[in-house]
Structure formats: C-alpha cells, structure tokens
C-alpha cells in the first residue's frame, strides 16, 4: 500500500508538468520554430515536455529535500544547454574523444556540469565522505542513463516509470523521491508517446537526476555501490544501450 505522503510528490510533479508543458505550447518563447525538432521518424515534434518535466520533477523533489531539487534542476538546466548548443553526438565516449583531440564539446560541458552537481548534491544528502562520493556517481549516472534511453518515443519516460516503480514500495524520503519522478514521467508519457512531443536532454537528465537521488535517498553503502557499479557499466557500454532502447517496444 502507497502512503499518502508518497502519493502527494506523485501528484504534485504531474500536476506542474502538464501545466507547464500547455503554457509553454500555448506560448513558446521565442517563436514555435525555436521549439521544434525533428525526430526519428522525420516529424515535427515540440520541446516542450523538457522544460516541463525538469520544473515539475523538481519542485517535487525539492519538498522532499532541497539539494534532490537543486541537483533536478541543474540537470534540467545541463541539457538544455545542450538541446541549444548541441551537436548531436551521443555517448560519454564520443566527447571525451573531442576532448582529446582539444575540442570542447556542449555534451562534455552538459556531463561535467551534471557530475559536478551529483557531486554536491551527494556531499549534502549523505554524511561519509565514501558514501557522499558513491551518491554523485549515482545521480549523475542515473541522469545519463536515462538520456541514454531516450532514443525512440516513450522509452525514457516508460525506464523512470518501472524504475521507480520498486522505490514506492518503502516508506521515507526516497519513496517520495521516485514519486516524484514517476509523476512527471507519467505527464508526459501520453504525448511522448504519440510523437506530439520529446523529452530532450532538458528532460530525460532531469528525470533521471531526480530517479538518482531516490535511490541515494533510500539505500546505504551497499545499495550505492550495487548502483553505482550498474551504472558504470551501461555508461561505458553507451551505445548498447541505446541500442537496446531502439528495440524495445514503444
């Protein structure tokens, strides 16, 4: 049975998300083009549910503890950049290669900012130096992991959902934490799913940043560990990954 406290982080991001998403769409600043992208399929789809989400997931997070909210929202805000800057290459290999070679890329600077926000974001949620380190591998790798499934319609809005969903089965900050998340996924999955909208890097950082911080927020150092090893390891098989996404059924 879900308590009531954790329903109401749940109903609170949903809530904000899909008010958000209709005021931008009713109102985009800068003119409709500077939203649009064109997906995987060739059509038109709005930026909107980004933005949204990352407002949505952290004003809930936030009620729960306010570095869950500032790391969502630096998140949000490390992808957006990216969606403005961007220049289409995936994967933490492909801009650590750029950076190599001297050349600095918004996806490098969108993961360094993510890392260093989990980072400070982990040295308040948890008091060991050992488990404040474990805990900012854990919300950035989550925020990049969920990006990472962003490849096809719904697929990273559906990962935070069954993701999350084990975490509302305990009681505490972490359980109001995976609600949250899982409010402002679900807001949007509808109109992610019908192409109508895509999530982003503004988005699907921002959810998973707020699915990192549930899991920080409800395990101790083993459970950490066990998360932060998994995470590890999709980041460094980043294109499997995706790949895996791109099969999976939408």
């Known amino acids: 049975m879900i308590d009531k406290?954790?329903?109401?982080?749940?109903?609170?991001?949903a809530?904000?998300?899909?008010?958000?998403?209709?005021?931008?769409?009713?109102?985009?600043?800068?003119?409709?083009?500077?939203?649009?992208?064109t997906n995987h399929a060739g059509r038109a789809v709005g930026l909107y549910a980004g933005p949204a989400v990352a407002v949505g997931a952290g004003i809930a997070?936030?009620?729960v503890h306010p570095a869950a909210g500032a790391v969502v929202l630096a998140a949000?805000?490390?992808?957006?950049?990216?969606?403005?800057?961007?220049?289409?290459?995936?994967?933490?290999?492909?801009?650590?290669r750029a950076l190599r070679h001297g050349e600095i890329t918004s996806g490098a600077v969108k993961l360094f900012g993510i890392a260093a926000a989990g980072l400070a974001a982990g040295a308040v949620l948890k008091e060991r130096p050992a488990d404040k380190l474990l805990a900012g591998v854990v919300i950035a790798g989550s925020a990049h992991l969920v990006n990472l499934l962003d490849v096809r319609p719904a697929r990273a809005?559906?990962?935070?959902?069954?993701?999350?969903?084990?975490?509302?089965?305990?009681e505490g900050p972490g359980a109001r934490l995976a609600a949250?998340?899982?409010?402002?996924?679900?807001?949007?999955l509808p109109d992610d799913a019908g192409e109508r909208v895509m999530l982003?890097?503004?988005?699907?950082?921002?959810?998973?940043?707020?699915l990192?911080?549930?899991?920080?927020?409800?395990?101790?150092?083993?459970?950490l560990l066990v998360h932060a090893v998994a995470l590890a390891a999709a980041a460094c098989c980043g294109d499997r990954v995706s790949a895996l996404a791109r099969t999976l059924p939408g």
């Open 5 to 13: 406290r954790t329903c109401r982080p749940l109903l609170l991001a």
């Open 15 to 37: 809530a904000l998300t899909r008010a958000g998403q209709a005021v931008l769409r009713a109102a985009p600043p800068g003119g409709r083009a500077r939203w649009e992208r």
């Open 61 to 63: 997070a936030a009620r």
């Open 76 to 96: 949000g805000a490390c992808g957006a950049y990216d969606d403005v800057a961007g220049d289409h290459r995936r994967g933490f290999r492909a801009h650590l």
């Open 157 to 170: 809005a559906g990962a935070v959902l069954a993701l999350g969903a084990p975490g509302l089965l305990r």
């Open 180 to 188: 949250g998340a899982m409010g402002a996924a679900a807001a949007v």
């Open 200 to 210: 982003g890097d503004t988005g699907a950082h921002a959810l998973g940043a707020a």
């Open 212 to 223: 990192g911080a549930a899991v920080v927020a409800g395990n101790r150092r083993a459970g």
